[in-house]
Structures are given as structure tokens and as C-alpha cells.
């Protein structure tokens, strides 16, 4: 045992940050903890997010049933977990979680709120009858992929990102421990598309909507600078397909919105309108606004 190995106390208090990037919003508690009202537009869908993983599939699901035609039309409001607006009264109301991404439905008499990415996806599928079969063996599988991914990803993110990129001290347990993880979950993933084209077999749905924002990412190079320690090339089905969903039109769009880094031209970080793609990025407003 080394010299600075830590012991447990018998009861954990929370008594010193944790360190390491987002220190500063992570707490034992849930609730607000300052008063904020909810932007709210003139759409029937009210999305509020960041262009994380989670928050693109928000995204990318409702710019894709656009595309093919349905009334998902939506104003896309950016909640900046780094500021702490997740903790808002507002966002808490429509989320107790504190997580985003979080939609209000106003399509009905009363507005209804959804919440968790994987709750949106099937919402708005269901909805609109669109990337989700209707019933039987079909609508099994992709259901069983969509919790896959909701199950799986933690490990890549919480856990495998957490420690490999963010944690203030690299320790070589827990990154090796979730490296493993990481890579048996994309071996998961090669061997499935070894043999279908999609996640889910011939179509693409929801699943694939879910697992590429986290995935398919990875494996081109867009989280946590990992893609050569974890030797994503060698996946080389995950890789493919990730780089045919890159190419969908949706897609790229979805990446957009509620983004705050990046090349300014890919940040979008309001969208009331499929016009703004075109007027309202950072490099047509300037990089400050």
C-alpha cells in the first residue's frame, strides 16, 4: 500500500471540493439553489441544453424529424452547466435531476415535461411514429440498444472521460479499470455492426440517435483526445458507421445547437429557427455574443 493510499471514514462528509474540471457544480444535493425562470418560445417544443453527448441526441432527434417532414418544429435554449444554471428554479421545476438535456412538450393542453435523454428519444418517436417501430421483435430491439446505451455510457463518460481527462492527478487503477470498460463496450458495438448496417438492424432509430453522440464521437477523435490510447481504428465497424451518421445533414445540425466551444461556425447556442443555421452562428454574431 502506498504512503498515500486513503481510508474511508466511517461516514462521508462533504467537507473539500472534489477538484478537477467541474469541481466547482458538483454537490450531495439536489434542489435549486437560486431563483431562475425558463426562457420560454413560441414553438410547441421548448429544449433546454448543451452540446454535450447527451444534449445532441436531443438535437439531433428533432433537426432529423424535421428533415423528414414532421411538425417538431422547436426553439433550443442553452443551459450552461459550468455557470450553473441547472441548478435554476426553472430547470429544476422541469427537471429534479439537475441534468440535461430537458424538453417541455406544448403540443397538448397542458405543458409536459420530459426528461433524460433516453425519455426524450422515445417521447418524440413515439410522437411522431419515426425512428422506432411501431411494435413486435423490431421495437424490442432498439429499445434494448437505447438502454444499452443508457446503462453503458456512464462508464465511458463518468467514469473512463472523468479520470482520463478531467481528474486533477492521473491514477493509473481507475483509468486502466475504465479503459478495459470502454474498449469491451465498443467490441460490443463492432461485433453488432459487423452484421447490420444500423445499430438495430436495417434501419436507422432511435438507438443509433442514442449511441453515436457518445461512440461514434470517440471514435472520431472528438472526446477527451482518447482516440489513440484507446486505439478506436481498430474498431474499425463502430468507425464506419460513425462516419455515416457524421455525414447525415440532421446531424451535423444537431451538433450545432446549444454549442459553446469549438470552431465558432459549428456553435449555435440558440436555435428558434432552421434559418439560424444559416445567420446566427458565432462567426456571424461574433464569438462574444
Known sequence: MSDDSYTPPDVWRWEAASGG?????????????????????????????????????????????????????????????????????????????????????????????????????????????????????????????????????????????????????????????????????????DRQLAERPYIAGDDYTIADIAIWPWYGQLCLGRLYSAGTFLDVASYKHVTAWAEKIDARAAVQRGRMVNRSFGEPHMQLHERHSAEDFETSTQDKIGEDA
Open 21 to 189: 474540471q467541474f469541481a466547482s457544480i458538483n454537490r450531495p444535493i439536489a434542489g435549486p439553489t437560486n431563483d431562475k425562470d425558463l426562457p420560454v418560445g413560441k414553438h410547441p417544443f421548448q429544449l433546454y441544453s448543451l452540446a454535450t453527448p447527451n444534449g445532441v441526441k436531443a438535437t439531433v432527434m428533432l433537426e432529423e424529424l424535421l428533415a423528414t417532414g414532421h411538425e417538431a418544429e422547436y426553439d433550443a435554449w442553452m443551459i450552461k452547466i459550468g455557470d450553473g444554471d441547472q441548478f435554476g428554479s426553472g430547470f429544476v421545476e422541469i427537471n429534479p435531476n439537475s441534468k440535461i438535456p430537458a424538453l417541455v412538450d406544448h403540443t397538448g393542453d397542458t405543458p409536459l415535461r420530459v426528461f433524460e435523454s433516453g425519455s426524450i428519444l422515445m417521447h418524440l418517436a413515439e410522437k411522431f411514429g419515426a425512428f422506432l417501430p411501431a411494435s413486435g421483435p423490431a421495437r424490442t430491439e432498439v429499445i434494448n440498444w437505447l438502454m444499452w446505451q443508457m446503462g453503458s455510457a456512464p462508464y465511458l463518460g463518468g467514469g473512463f472521460g472523468h479520470v482520463y481527462a478531467y481528474a486533477p492527478e492521473k491514477w493509473q487503477y481507475p483509468i486502466d479499470r475504465f479503459a478495459m470498460e470502454a474498449k469491451r463496450q465498443l467490441d460490443v458495438l
